[in-house]
Structure formats: C-alpha cells, structure tokens
C-alpha cells in the first residue's frame, strides 16, 4: 500500500506544481492514471509573509506545524513542503512535529552529488539565498556553493514576490535569471539549483546556462519514491 503523502503549501504556485508533478510522474510507478494519495494543507500565504518579513521564523514554524497537524488527522505518513524559503523554520518544527519530513535541500544535494556536480549556484527568494538551508546541507556533501550578488539577490526575490508566486510570467523574467546564471558558470559553478518552487515556471536545462537542479520536482520525485518505495 503506498504511503499518503502530505504537502505542507505556502504559495500556491510552488505548491500545485509540486503536486502535479506527483501526481503525472506518479503513473509511471504505479499504472495508468495512479499516483499516491495526496492531501495538501494551505494557510494563507499572507499570513506566512507577514511572519517571514518580521522575522518572525518561530510563527512560520507554527504555522508550518498547524498544517502538520492538519495532515495527521487526513492520515498522511510524511510530510514535504514546497517552498524553500520556510525550510529555515524546519529546525523549530522537527522537534514538535507528529510526522517526518523530507528536506527539500538534502534532497537537492543527494541529487547534485549524485549526477557529480562540485559547484552550485543557488537562487531564490532573499530570505534563502541569505540563509543557510542550501549552504549547510552542500557543505555537508563537499560541495561547494555560490550565492547570487547582493543587488541579482534584490532583482531576482522582486521577480519571485512580486510576479512569479502571483503567476506572472514574461520573457524578460528569463533574460535576467540567464544572465544570472551565466555569471555563476563563469564563477566556476557547474549547476544551479533553482531555489524557489516557482523559478521552475520559466528556468529548465534548455534555457539556462547551467544544468539545472530543479527543487520541486526533485522533492516530488523523492517523495514518489518514499510512497511507493
């Protein structure tokens, strides 16, 4: 019997991508038309923004472990979150938490050391390119890491908050993050982790610079497999 899965959803761009992606890449293990059960828990994404832009990163862990909650009581068996920016809320949540959690960035590193990748690039919102969730966790693996400069961390969370979690998508979106990712390759990265579940929307392998490491299809991936084993 495959394992339930629980998806704890910030912004729900992030979140239905995650899903779907289970939810498609699921008929592969499972038959036509299969996937695990899934059930998605969604407090306001207004509610976390106002937590994250007061620093307020024990109410983002609350929050986080209310949807928890709610996904015990649906019987899910694990948990995953689709948004990288709240996993530096996850060390407040794991002590206090009824289930496991896959971490979107442990995941991310499994994979780049896999496919032999040394140096990675890492974008995302400024909140986690600023944090330590990617940095800890490649270290961890001998990898190496990059952080986009201070004025590319500005352009690139203006892109995110702004126009990609509202669904606005524009070709000048790409021209940014390309040349972005152009200055990490010439910096000595040899992949870049796309570090906000929505950067996936407009960046893939044939439009970067760098091979990609797509963040929430690579959770959803690793949570197919704890499913279905």
Partial sequence: MPQHIGIVACSAEGAALCYRTICIEGAARMGPYGHPE????????????????????NGVAEAMLRSARTLVK???DFL???DNTIHQALPLVLPH???PWLHIAEVVAGVAKARGYR????????????????PEKFSARGLEYLRPSASDRDEINRIIMEELVRG??????????????A???SDGCDAVVLGCTEIPL????????LPTLDSTRLLARAALQRAVG
């Fill in 74 to 76: 649906a019987g899910a």
């Fill in 202 to 209: 407009i960046m893939n392998d044939e439009n970067s610079p």
């Fill in 168 to 181: 606005i998508l524009d070709p000048r979106q790409v021209a940014y993050f390309r040349n972005v990712m």
């Fill in 38 to 57: 899934v059930t998605l828990s969604s407090l306001s994404f207004g509610d976390y923004m106002a937590r994250i832009e007061a620093g307020d990163w």
């Fill in 119 to 134: 140096r990675i690039g890492i974008t995302g919102t400024r909140w986690l390119t600023d944090s330590e969730v990617y």
């Fill in 183 to 185: 200055k990490m390759k």
């Fill in 80 to 82: 995953i979150c689709p």
């Fill in 97 to 99: 938490s009824p289930l």
